[in-house]
């Protein structure tokens, strides 16, 4: 970011550029250069062009990797079949739309042991990164969050500076990343998870500074974009 403002402080030249963090595909345009008038002096080039030599790379493509995730959708109302789960279907698009897999979902109740000793389990497997579904609010019944601790995942950074998915969750078990989709996930079409998954995919490892980052462009209008 810092580089790019630098090269846009040369007079006469410019370069403007897609949102840092964006998924793209193959062929897609990253960037945009040009001098402003039709002729500018050596001199300026010369600068322009030693700014992004030292700063190079200036932009970076990061490949996603495919990755298998498992999903663990908490909710006694789910378990005992009184409310219908959409969280699996919204879910396994949005993987399988980025190249990965959701190789298994479990439904579980509101129980801080079962769902831990299962976060234990899908870990013991070939699981890439391990979704949670629900329990992410502050309510007596809402234990997801604990139970990830309970399963000894640290560091583990609770809320975004983001609406829909203030209370999004994402925590670490050695090189697994754990999720937690709080309930906004079902109602909008975009939230934390769709900033922060990608991310995961093409190897990041953001913290609580990232999540923090997000504040800014971070409340969401619903806009069709």
Same mark, same amino acid.
């Given at each position: ?49 030693? %700014? ?13 990797? @495919? ?38 979902? %479990? ?38 969050? @604990? ?31 754990? %999720? ?7 109602? @909008? ?5 769709? %900033? ?19 504040? @800014? ?9």
């Amino acid at each position: 970011m810092e580089a790019l403002i630098e090269f846009n402080m040369i007079p006469e030249v410019m370069c403007a550029a897609i949102h840092t963090n964006t998924p793209v595909k193959k062929g897609e345009q990253i960037a945009g250069t040009r001098a402003i008038p039709l002729v500018i002096l050596r001199e300026k080039l010369n600068q322009a062009l030693e %700014i992004a030599r030292s700063n190079a790379p200036i932009f970076k493509v990061a490949p996603f990797k @495919h990755l298998t995730a498992r999903m663990i959708i908490t909710g006694s109302e789910v378990y005992d079949g009184l409310i219908e789960d959409k969280f699996e279907a919204i879910v396994k698009k949005k993987v399988e739309a980025l190249g990965s897999c959701l190789a298994e979902t %479990i439904i579980l109740p509101d129980d801080r042991q079962k769902i831990s000793s299962t976060i234990n389990s899908f870990l013991g497997k070939e699981t890439d990164i391990l979704i949670t579904t629900g329990g992410m609010s502050v309510d007596p019944d809402d234990v997801t969050r @604990h139970a990830i601790q309970d399963a000894g995942a640290d560091p583990i950074y609770y809320s975004a500076a983001a609406l829909p998915g203030a209370m999004f969750q994402l925590a670490y078990c050695g090189k697994v990343p754990i %999720i937690g989709i709080p309930a906004c996930g079902l109602f @909008h079409e975009a939230t934390v998870f769709d %900033i922060i998954f990608p991310r995961l995919l093409a190897g990041e490892r953001p913290d609580d500074k990232d999540l923090a980052r997000l504040a @800014h462009g971070g409340l969401c209008l619903d806009c069709d974009t």
